[in-house]
């Protein structure tokens, strides 16, 4: 066990606050004001995580807070007293959330033993709008219009794995698809080329939250919120206006800058990946490799 004074955990309780903040403030301002955002919304509407959540830090397993100040992590029923201060109560987290840390674990470990498979160009976002009324973000105009939209999509080959972009596509578009995803082949299917995928990290990290160390958790946020400009940049959606430059997956010059951008950012998700899989390795032995789920305690952070 690593035992931090209380000068030390506190100082990096404060640097996660502020780092975080950079994010959560003007989340807060645009509520505020009652303003939407097409790219960053998604980051607190689809994801789940609260902003009042991501700015709680938390030292992850193996970690003692030494000091009176640690005490009010006491509060929170994943802490416990232990030798020399407070400390996340491993063994019962990992009781707690067996069925979650399980499959978190089957599914990264499934996603990094594969190489990533490019070449899909963002066209997840297309079909969500193929030759439908409605489009999501009905605020911002579709750069090339219905039909050149609608054209781009039959001109290409859809081919996205990633099933919770694809229960998105549009009736019209899902038979286009080389896949037919379902959530029971998720684990078949992820690979870690996939935007989404590496979006996703940052799912995993707060599904496992307070286990998570917080650093981490901002991490995955961090890339999540960069792959998610890219992913918007490549839709064919026209948001020149907010400083986002078109990738015009329509064209080759297009195709070959996304395809660049996506390698880059597998690559940047592996070590996340990794350590990811490092915490779960680590709760699926604290849990004893028991099934058996003791009565629920409610563990939430």
Same mark, same amino acid.
């Given at each position: 066990?690593?035992?931090l004074?209380e000068?030390?955990?506190?100082a990096?309780?404060?640097?996660?606050?502020?780092?975080v903040?950079?994010?959560?403030g /003007?989340?807060h301002?645009r #509520?505020?004001?009652g303003e939407?955002?097409?790219?960053l919304?998604?980051?607190?509407s689809?994801?789940?995580h609260?902003p009042s959540?991501?700015? !709680?830090?938390?030292p992850g397993p193996?970690v003692? $807070?030494?000091g009176?100040a *640690?005490e009010?992590?006491? !509060?929170?029923? =994943?802490?416990?007293r232990?030798?020399?201060g407070?400390?996340?109560d491993?063994?019962?987290?990992?009781? +707690?959330?067996? %069925?979650?840390v399980?499959?978190?674990h089957?599914?990264?470990a499934?996603t990094?033993?594969?190489?990533?498979r490019?070449?899909c160009f963002?066209?997840?976002e297309? =079909?969500m709008?193929y !030759?439908s009324?409605r489009?999501?973000? +009905?605020?911002w105009? $579709?750069?090339?219009?219905?039909?050149g939209?609608?054209a781009?999509?039959? *001109?290409?080959?859809?081919?996205?794995?990633?099933f919770?972009?694809?229960?998105?596509?549009t009736p019209?578009?899902?038979?286009?698809?080389?896949l037919?995803?379902?959530?029971?082949?998720?684990?078949?299917?992820?690979?870690?080329?996939c935007?989404?995928?590496?979006?996703d990290?940052f799912?995993?990290s707060?599904k496992?939250? /307070? *286990?998570?160390?917080?650093?981490?958790? @901002?991490?995955?946020?961090?890339?999540? $919120?960069?792959v998610?400009e890219?992913?918007m940049? @490549?839709?064919?959606?026209?948001? %020149?206006a907010?400083g986002? #430059?078109?990738? #015009?997956?329509?064209t080759?010059?297009g195709?070959?800058?996304?395809v660049?951008?996506?390698a880059?950012?597998a690559?940047?998700? *592996?070590p996340?990946? @990794?350590?990811l899989l490092?915490?779960?390795t680590a709760l699926?032995?604290? %849990?004893?490799n028991?099934?058996?789920?003791? /009565?629920?305690?409610?563990?939430?952070?």
């Open positions: 066990m690593e035992v004074s000068v030390e955990w506190t990096r309780r404060a640097a996660h606050a502020a780092r903040r950079a994010w959560t /003007p989340h301002e #509520r505020a004001r939407k955002h097409p790219v919304d998604f980051l607190w689809y994801y789940s609260r959540r991501m700015e !709680r830090w938390h193996g003692v $807070l030494a009176d *640690a009010e992590y006491l !509060r929170w029923p =994943a802490y416990r232990v030798p020399g407070v400390a996340l491993v063994a019962g987290f990992a009781r +707690e959330r067996a %069925s979650t399980a499959f978190v089957r599914l990264l499934a990094a033993s594969r190489r990533p490019l070449g963002g066209l997840h297309w =079909a709008v !030759r009324d489009v999501r973000h +009905e605020a105009p $579709l750069r090339l219009g219905a039909r939209t609608d781009v999509v039959e *001109a290409q080959r859809v081919r996205c794995s990633h919770d972009a694809f229960r998105f596509f019209e578009a899902r038979p286009l698809n080389t037919q995803p379902t959530r029971e082949e998720q684990v078949r299917l992820e690979q870690p080329g935007l989404h995928v590496s979006m990290l799912k995993w707060y496992l939250d /307070p *286990a998570t160390p917080s650093e981490l958790l @901002a991490d995955c946020f961090d890339l999540a $919120l960069r998610r890219l992913d940049r @490549a839709s064919p959606y026209d948001l %020149s907010l986002y #430059r078109p990738i #015009r997956i329509e080759a010059e195709r070959a800058e996304y660049e951008r996506q880059a950012f690559a940047e998700a *592996a996340l990946r @990794a350590a490092d915490l779960t699926l032995a604290a %849990s004893d028991t099934a058996t789920l003791r /009565p629920s305690t409610g563990f939430t952070c």
